[in-house]
């Protein structure tokens, strides 16, 4: 039997499509979904080794009076900037693992505070 054009399959045919969620079933998946952020794995990166960790405290160093200006001196922003992504490079460059200047940041605030304490 040919179907018209806007009959679907016969009630009782293996194709019968299920009904369309309502607008209160979507409404709670929706709720769940934004109640439970963590819920989706996050990719992890690997801490950094004694390499990178390295590399890090040698470019910080090099860079120390624009990324931590002492007294009244001012950087701009876009120095700063330029600089965090100067690190990010020279961090990267020496491994597998891609960094982001929040990774570096983190990792020389976790490093100086091991130190200090």
Same mark, same amino acid.
């Given at each position: 039997?040919? *179907? $018209? ?7 009782? @045919? ?7 969620? @309502?607008?209160?079933?979507?409404? $709670?998946?929706? *709720? ?24 890090? *405290? ?17 950087? @701009?922003?876009?120095? $700063? ?26 990792? *020389?605030?976790?490093? $100086? ?5």
């Amino acid at each position: 039997r040919l *179907l $018209a054009a806007n009959e679907g399959p016969p009630a009782d @045919s293996p194709g019968t499509r299920t009904p369309a969620p @309502s607008e209160k079933s979507q409404a $709670a998946l929706k *709720l769940h979904s934004h109640s439970q952020p963590h819920s989706m794995p996050r990719r992890l990166t690997p801490r950094f080794g004694d390499a990178d960790l390295g590399r890090l *405290l040698d470019t910080v160093e090099t860079r120390r009076d624009v990324l931590f200006p002492q007294g009244s001196q001012k950087v @701009s922003h876009r120095a $700063a900037s330029a600089s965090w992504d100067a690190v990010v490079v020279a961090v990267s460059s020496g491994s597998v693992i891609r960094r982001t200047g929040l990774h570096c940041r983190k990792n *020389l605030h976790r490093a $100086a505070r091991v130190t200090w304490h």
